[in-house]
T-cell receptor
């Protein structure tokens, strides 16, 4: 099935730094979603994007739905220790209700 | 968004046995999905659970190994049959509660097969 390329695989940053991660696909997606997963928990939805070009914020998080509908990015500004976790992008293709997930970005924040 | 209760949260099972995982949602939902997350990996869709009809399985997953029930619009079960250590994973239930905009996940079932 469709694969999403997510990068980077991991990041180790200092508290207060900004972070950026992105996902690309070879086909068009109708919806892009960004999730965070903490150890022992299921993924929690951070931001959902529904239109090409859409830019949406949720607190210190900002995500954009690429104009080509084949990519999306997530920015985290002024990182804090509780931002630690694994971030996944996910997309929904035309005619398919289930989500396809990226490989994840593991974020570590040094206090 | 919908609230999902998934159980058990974890289990350690013997090789060759089966485990049934339950997913209960606090509202009626059209579609429920079952995902597997192998250690250190991303989420892979196992199947879509349809109310009133058979589940739709993804390539690489078969009904004999992962039978699914969906008796009503708020409940589903996934059984992992004849388990082997390779089945050790986190199994996650997800629902699409608002026509594509409300994908929510349960907290998962961490399965270890010994």
């Amino acid at each position: 099935g469709q694969q999403l390329n997510q990068s980077p695989q991991s990041m180790f940053i200092q508290e207060g730094e900004d972070v950026s991660m992105n996902c690309t696909s070879s086909s068009i997606f109708n919806t892009w979603l960004w999730y965070k997963q903490d150890p022992g928990e299921g993924p929690v939805l951070l931001i959902a994007l529904y239109k090409a070009g859409e830019l949406t914020s949720n607190g210190r998080l900002t995500a954009q739905f690429g104009i080509t509908r084949k990519d999306s990015f997530l920015n985290i500004s002024a990182s804090i220790p509780s931002d630690v976790g694994i971030y996944f992008c996910a997309g929904q293709e035309t005619g398919r209700r289930a989500l396809t997930f990226g490989s994840g970005t593991r974020l570590q924040v040094q206090p | 968004s919908a609230v999902i209760s998934q159980k058990p949260s974890r289990d350690i099972c013997q090789r060759g046995t089966s485990l049934t995982i339950q997913c209960q949602v606090d509202s009626q939902v059209t579609m429920m999905f079952w995902y597997r997350q192998q250690p250190g990996q991303s989420l892979t869709l196992i199947a879509t659970a349809n109310q009133g009809s058979e589940a739709t399985y993804e390539s690489g997953f078969v009904i004999d190994k992962f039978p699914i029930s969906r008796p009503n619009l708020t409940f589903s079960t996934l059984t992992v049959s004849n388990m082997s250590p390779e089945d050790s994973s986190i199994y996650l239930c997800s629902v699409d509660a608002r026509g594509g905009s409300g994908y929510t996940f349960g907290s998962g079932t961490r399965l270890t097969v010994v």
